[in-house]
């Protein structure tokens, strides 16, 4: 079992910033033809495949031969929020807005899947084009605004999902406010989305940090975030089972606001948080991003993203389930978020540059030499329940 250590030895000679983050295995090949296709239709092309037939097969398969699979290798498995998770490497929000292929991100070991954002009403988005990559930093900058189906149509289909007993990982759902909603009605619109879509999910993460939507941020103050966390307990503590709540923050924020929405968090009965969203800051990207605007992820969202994890788990101390993403582009950074205080970890960027095969070539590593020296010094914490 995995869990959060202080930090090591180990972690000091990891340097994530300078990993490359090279294509696995034939992405190699794959990955120079895609490319040539705007970002956005090459996410599509992948999402489509991903929710064709070739995803219940490479289930199968998957499922067909568990003792050599590395994504269900029993030192990575790890119990965070109650939930079993066979390893703690997750599919970050945005990759599936609209939950139309999750069963193709845990055909790839993918040990948790995070859909989303959803909105309680339908909505198109920002104007494109509104993903570009960035290659020499492996990043990318978005500007989404949040497309997706509404929350009927993505509770629809999870429903299906659950019925038919496809998911194998836990499956969190994150909500986000519908843009045509003002703020001064955010609490009961995030209300809304909960309503149709809590009772689905096994969590439920709160989205007040995208850039691309008009005032979200600015629903990260500790008064907001009290305000809507208690707008969804409403309807979570009459279900049977309360769903575990994280708030998804930015990195953007000073040390002390973000710590002031956690604790505000926290106190309204979350569980904890998901650190970080995307930055507006694009300072630490080499590319010359003149004329982009949205948010960066990937490689030089790093060490803000995990400088902001570090205090968080530092301040909050055990008690709070931190999920880590920004920047997990290999099996080092995965293993330094895991040092700085992550229970559990994502990725959205790292699989665009990486490919379908990075995801156990990253839990290979983390088993392999990077998860084994910490559990070797004894300094594994239990998992939380
Ligand atoms: C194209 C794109 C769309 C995204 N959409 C969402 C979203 O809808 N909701 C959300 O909470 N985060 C969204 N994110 C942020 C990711 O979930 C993640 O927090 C961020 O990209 C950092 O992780 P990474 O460096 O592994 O990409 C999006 C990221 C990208 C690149």
Not at 156 to 184: F, H, M, W, Y
Not at 209 to 234: C, E, K, Y
Request: glycine share 10%; hydrophobic share 45%.
């Amino acid at each position: 079992m995995i869990g959060h250590p202080s930090t090591s030895p180990r972690a000091s000679v990891l340097n994530p910033s300078l990993a490359p983050s090279p294509a696995v295995g034939p992405w190699r090949l794959l990955r120079p033809l895609l490319f040539r296709l705007d970002a956005e239709r090459a996410h599509q092309l992948a999402v489509l495949l991903g929710s064709s037939g070739l995803a219940v097969w490479l289930a199968r398969f998957a499922h067909a031969r568990p003792a050599a699979d590395v994504a269900r290798a029993p030192e990575l498995a790890t119990r965070v929020m109650g939930l079993s998770f066979p390893n703690p490497l997750g599919i970050a929000a945005g990759l599936d807005k609209d939950a139309q292929a999750v069963t193709f991100w845990q055909a790839l070991g993918f040990g948790f899947v995070e859909v989303g954002t959803v909105t309680a009403l339908r909505q198109p988005g920002n104007p494109r084009p509104r993903v570009f990559r960035l290659p020499q930093d492996g990043a990318l900058i978005n500007s989404m605004g949040f497309p997706n189906a509404g929350a009927d149509v993505v509770a629809t289909r999870i429903e299906r999902l659950r019925q038919r007993d496809l998911l194998q990982v836990p499956l969190g759902i994150n909500i986000g406010k519908s843009k045509v909603v003002p703020a001064t009605e955010a609490a009961a619109d995030y209300r809304r989305s909960f309503e149709r879509l809590g009772e689905l999910a096994d969590f439920v993460v709160v989205n007040v940090s995208s850039p691309n939507t008009p005032g979200l941020r600015a629903l990260q103050t500790a008064d907001q975030v009290q305000a809507i966390v208690g707008a969804i307990q409403g309807p979570n503590q009459a279900l049977s089972a309360p769903r575990p709540l994280l708030l998804k923050l930015a990195p953007d924020l000073a040390d002390a606001d973000a710590l002031a929405c956690a604790r505000a968090a926290m106190a309204a009965g979350c569980a904890g948080l998901v650190v970080s969203n995307t930055t507006v800051d694009f300072s630490a990207a080499s590319t010359d991003t003149a004329g982009l605007a949205g948010g960066l992820s990937g490689r030089p969202l790093f060490a803000r993203s995990t400088a902001l994890l570090r205090l968080l788990r530092e301040a909050l101390g055990p008690g709070a389930v931190l999920i880590g993403v920004g920047g997990v582009m290999d099996a080092a950074s995965a293993a330094a978020k895991l040092t700085a205080g992550a229970d559990l970890i994502q990725l959205y960027t790292g699989l665009v540059y990486g490919g379908p095969g990075l995801p156990r070539a990253l839990l290979g590593g983390l088993r392999g030499g990077l998860l084994a020296p910490r559990q070797a010094d004894g300094a594994c914490q239990a998992s939380r329940e």
